[in-house]
């Protein structure tokens, strides 16, 4: 007869488990960021002994333990045997580590094709910039060459012309001191 009863959990008088906490006490409080013990249990003196606030700590204490030994237990199969999967770390390691010794070695080459490049591109840069200098002073000098030479054609025509009217003066005077004597 005894087994035809429906098996039910033990519970009090009110059909509340046995071990229920009391209203007052929320265990969701200690898992908030910002739980302060000291607050905590100033807040709660107001409402229960301290003798019943201790008694209720140590039962939940009680109880953190107790579900920190059943996981512990449902996964201690699995822990003991983490040590026979990790039987090639070693060899994966090694394997994983030649795929990244040639990746650095290019990378390496290639940081080194790139600075050969950039040394290369700056001395074009700066050889660039002496021949415009050595240009625009070329030009300089070539412009100046244009305005001695305009000076000196015209220094020469105007002393050609100026000894040109003095030989016709001469002559002309020749010509007039000659129609005098005679």
């Known amino acids: ?78 822990f003991v045997n983490l040590s026979t999967k990790l039987v090639d770390v070693d060899g994966a390691i090694v394997r994983m580590r030649a795929p990244l010794t040639e990746l650095r070695e290019k990378i390496l080459g290639f940081r080194e094709s790139v600075e050969s490049t950039l040394v290369a591109v700056q001395n074009g840069l700066r050889q660039r910039s002496e021949a415009s200098a050595a240009r625009e002073i070329l030009e300089l000098l070539l412009d100046t060459f244009h305005v001695v030479s305009k000076v000196a054609i015209e220094g020469l025509s105007a002393e050609k012309m100026w000894e040109r009217k003095m030989h016709l003066e001469c002559r002309s005077w020749v010509f007039v001191v000659g129609s005098q004597e005679s």
Not at 60 to 66: D, G, I, N, Q
């Open 1 to 78: 007869m005894a087994d035809t009863l429906p098996t039910r959990s033990a519970t009090d008088l009110f059909s509340d488990p046995i071990d229920s906490q009391p209203l007052w006490f929320k265990k969701s409080s200690f898992l908030q960021p910002e739980f302060d013990s000291e607050a905590y249990i100033s807040d709660l003196r107001t409402l229960v002994s301290f003798d019943t606030l201790r008694s209720e700590l140590q039962t939940h204490l009680a109880s953190l333990k107790h579900e920190l030994i059943d996981l512990i237990n449902r996964d201690y199969a699995d």
